[in-house]
């Protein structure tokens, strides 16, 4: 978390929480060491979905399904979520939770890496909502943009790397300067993008919104 902690506290006091559903898999997903996104950025998609109210919604990173499962309870009742895991772990643990949440006709889990996936899905997808391989956010880019329409939302999670991505890339490990570097480019990109009108928050690990224009 990139933001002081007390602020963060006073914030989160207000929360009204999710479904039972929502919470019990969150609580299984933090004891399985499964990454989900943080209350923080719940929140913020919660307000996003309400302000857009998308049909077809994108997700890049399934997991075990949390934030998937998130966007249908959120979104609009009658919108369609497309989502890809390539984990072949999670993915059997991604669809019996659509399945026990009785979310299957909604929500469409696809198998592989997103970087062939993404090729093939036929566009228009208003809300996309990036939360895979931090590295490859800036590879995925071309094609996530031939996919969104005018107007079109696009959520990139994790952006800021709980504030590794501002110190300089001799401060970070050799291993991680190359996910360092892709995502000062990521950022980079989606600022100048004449297609994007981007912001970037300080929310959880640092959060990106950007519309296409
Ligand atoms: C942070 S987790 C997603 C969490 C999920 N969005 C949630 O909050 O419930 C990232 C997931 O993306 C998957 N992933 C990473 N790179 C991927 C790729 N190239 N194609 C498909 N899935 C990928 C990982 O296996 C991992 O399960």
Redesign the pocket.
């Known amino acids: 978390m990139i933001t002081e902690e007390r602020i963060s506290t006073f914030i989160s006091s207000f929360d009204t929480g999710n479904t039972s559903f929502l919470n019990e898999l969150e609580e299984f997903?933090i004891k399985t060491n499964?990454?989900?996104?943080r209350p923080q950025m719940q929140n913020l998609l919660k307000l996003l979905l309400a302000m857009k109210q998308p049909e077809r919604i994108l997700?890049?990173?399934?997991?075990?399904?949390?934030?998937?499962l998130l966007m249908s309870e959120y979104g609009a009742p009658d919108c369609k979520i497309t989502t890809?895991?390539?984990?072949e772990k999670?993915i059997p643990l991604a669809r019996e939770n659509f399945k026990k949440a009785g979310k299957e006709d909604q929500i469409l889990l696809l198998e592989?890496?997103?970087?062939d996936?993404l090729k093939k899905l036929e566009p228009p997808f208003d809300f996309i909502?990036m939360?895979?391989?931090k590295g490859?956010y800036i590879h995925f880019l071309p094609d996530i943009l031939s996919l969104m329409p005018k107007g079109g939302i696009l959520v990139s999670?994790?952006v800021l790397q709980d504030g590794d991505v501002m110190e300089s890339r001799f401060a970070v490990t050799r291993r991680d300067r190359t996910i360092h570097s892709r995502m000062r480019d990521y950022l980079y990109e989606l600022k100048q993008n004449k297609q994007l009108c981007t912001d970037i928050l300080p929310v959880g690990d640092g959060v990106t919104i950007s519309v296409k224009l």
Not at 59 to 68: D, K, L, P, Q, R
Not at 84 to 87: G, L, M, S, V
């Open positions: 997903a499964v990454p989900v996104i997700e890049v990173g399934t997991a075990i399904g949390f934030s998937a890809i895991e390539k984990y999670r592989g890496d997103a970087a996936i909502f939360d895979a391989a490859q999670d994790n």
